[in-house]
């Protein structure tokens, strides 16, 4: 069941990834607003080493304003950058 | 060499040499198949085969999805509801592109509509990720940082650099494929091809148009050589 809903705005939460993360790192901190609800699988942490049967989640792929991903964005103020995140990555927008 | 051999151009009969060390990987990708051939897991010809086919895919695919798209609505209403499932109308197995058996790593497929305001661009930040069941392999920019690092934060340069300008009141999308999804662009239809045939569409979508990095245009088609030119 997927904890966050469509058109949800959400904050990417900034982990610590030691190991293997597909978490880009220009995303962390950042908020946007989920644009699709995506099946639930095993997480890209898990995956990675070998563990094909390791910790399942929902996926969402997540829609940001340029601008609000990058200080000094100087493209229009209308483009967005979508991307795709495990639900362990997201919290409620906290802005 | 014999008395018949001439030398009216300047050159030296240097040895060939490969002058770069070999790569780590390259040694250990020669080892496993050179192991795997000796243990008979596939055969020399069986892996010829392959890389002949995998080098040889090319975005045809691709192109006749879009071209198909462009004709008929209801198979694009399918294609935008589900890639995967409309890539099987047209014999484009995502679960098994290699037809031999291997397990895919992609599994979801999404195709982005460019509209009047709407232009979509795909780019893997974490590696090279490419929709290459229907596009086939990526070009070498594509896979280098240059692309990967400044698209995401400088598309409308970026595009610029591919003489593709976006007027600022369209917005540019980018696509970063960082998990299973991958996502080809499907253009607008340009002016002036009423009336064609599906197979004459196709022949103007290009790979680039498919990356996002271009617009089609009804007089090129990369069937004729740039010195040739027009379609």
Redesign the interface.
């Known amino acids: 069941m997927s904890k966050y809903k469509l058109g949800e705005r959400v904050t990417v939460r900034d982990l610590p990834s030691l190991f293997h993360t ?3 790192g ?1 995303t962390r901190g950042r908020t946007g607003v989920v644009v699709a609800l ?2 639930e ?1 095993v997480i ?1 942490e898990d995956e990675a080493w070998g563990r094909y049967e390791g910790r399942k989640e929902p ?1 969402y ?1 997540v ?1 940001f304003l ?1 601008r609000d ?2 200080p000094d ?4 103020p ?7 995140f ?1 639900e362990r990555w997201l919290e409620p927008a906290r802005s | 060499m014999s008395e018949t051999h001439t030398h009216d151009h300047p050159h030296h009969h240097e040895p060939i040499e490969e002058k770069q060390e070999a790569l780590e990987f390259t040694i250990l990708e020669t080892a496993i198949r050179e192991l795997s051939i000796e243990k008979k897991l596939f055969s020399a010809e069986d892996h010829r085969r392959f890389m002949e086919w995998y080098d040889d895919i090319g975005p045809t695919k691709g192109a006749r999805l879009v071209a198909r798209a462009w004709v008929d609505s209801d198979f694009k209403r399918r294609l935008l509801a589900d890639g995967v499932e409309a890539c099987k109308e047209l014999g484009i197995d995502w679960m098994r592109p290699t037809g031999f058996g291997t397990p895919s790593d992609y599994t ?1 497929f999404i195709v982005c509509e460019n509209t009047p305001k709407l232009h979509n661009v795909i780019v893997c ?2 590696c090279s990720c490419y929709p290459r069941p229907v596009l086939g392999t990526s070009p070498a920019w594509y896979e280098r940082p240059n692309y990967r690092r400044r698209v ?5 340069q970026v595009l610029a650099e591919f003489g593709t300008i976006i007027p ?14 991958r996502y080809m662009v499907l253009p607008m239809r340009p002016e002036g091809t009423e009336g064609w045939t599906e197979e004459r569409l196709a022949s103007i979508v290009t790979r680039d148009t498919m990356i996002g990095v271009a617009l089609p245009s009804v007089d090129w088609t990369t069937t004729s050589s740039p010195a040739e030119g027009k379609n």
């Open positions: 597909r978490t880009q220009f995506r099946p699988w890209p996926f792929i829609r340029q991903l990058w964005y100087g493209g229009a209308i483009d967005t950058l979508e991307t795709e495990s | 979801f930040t974490l995401v934060r400088w598309p409308r600022p009141d369209v917005e540019i999308r980018v696509h970063d494929s960082n998990q299973k999804t």
